[in-house]
């Protein structure tokens, strides 16, 4: 039956990710280089296309919003939110620089950004990792199994370990709420 193969195919591949100590570390290194990056007064930012997009603007209101409980406001956007914006650059230069224009205008030094990407070759996002490498601003490519072009431009890739577009999804929103929870954890212990 389709759907628990689909359950069945989800399962496996989070117990891929599951089954692999370097995935785990990379999700701890960026949830800390996210911490860090808080704690310096700096941003996280997020990109994508798509459902990747809606992934990037969920993950962003868990940084700016709340996570598990109230504390305070952690700077955070996705980078396509502004329509007039988006739509404007992508008309009068072309869809490619979107995100790598904008990150021109708010981006900073020691920011972070997160680029979503099944493929890990959206043109989109790499240019935006492009400029981010010459602004000095951290890279984290959330991609499928190959990492695409996006596996060599990536400061740290978490690359899930599946060609299967649905299930990538999965497994990213998976990993950003688990970065989410370290990072309001490590800045914002709760007593008990």
């Known amino acids: 039956m389709r759907i628990t193969e689909?359950?069945?195919?989800?399962?496996?591949?989070?117990?891929?990710?599951?089954?692999?100590?370097?995935?785990?570390?990379?999700?701890?290194?960026?949830?800390?280089t996210c911490a860090e990056t808080f704690c310096n007064g700096g941003k996280v930012l997020f990109c994508g296309n798509?459902?990747?997009?809606?992934?990037?603007?969920?993950?962003?209101a868990?940084?700016?919003?709340?996570?598990?409980?109230?504390?305070?406001?952690?700077?955070?956007?996705?980078?396509?939110?502004?329509?007039?914006y988006l739509t404007a650059v992508a008309n009068?230069?072309?869809?490619?620089e979107v995100y790598s224009r904008l990150l021109k205008g708010i981006?900073?030094?020691?920011?972070?950004?997160?680029?979503?990407?099944?493929?890990?070759?959206?043109?989109?996002?790499?240019?935006?990792?492009?400029?981010?490498?010459?602004?000095?601003?951290i890279t984290v490519g959330l991609t499928g199994d190959t990492g695409g072009k996006m596996r060599n431009i990536s400061d740290f890739l978490l690359n899930v370990p599946s060609a299967d577009?649905?299930?990538?999804?999965?497994?990213?929103i998976m990993v950003g709420h688990i970065i989410c929870e370290l990072v309001e954890t490590a800045l914002f212990p709760k007593e008990g």
């Open 6 to 32: 689909s359950i069945q195919h989800s399962i496996e591949t989070k117990q891929r990710i599951l089954a692999d100590p370097d995935f785990i570390q990379t999700i701890r290194d960026v949830a800390q």
């Open 50 to 60: 798509g459902g990747s997009a809606a992934d990037a603007q969920h993950l962003a």
């Open 62 to 84: 868990e940084f700016s919003g709340r996570f598990y409980y109230d504390r305070p406001p952690l700077p955070s956007e996705a980078l396509h939110v502004n329509t007039s």
């Open 92 to 96: 009068d230069y072309s869809f490619s």
């Open 107 to 137: 981006g900073a030094e020691g920011d972070v950004l997160i680029g979503i990407s099944t493929s890990g070759n959206s043109q989109n996002i790499i240019r935006a990792f492009e400029t981010a490498h010459e602004m000095g601003i």
């Open 165 to 172: 577009t649905p299930r990538i999804q999965e497994s990213h």
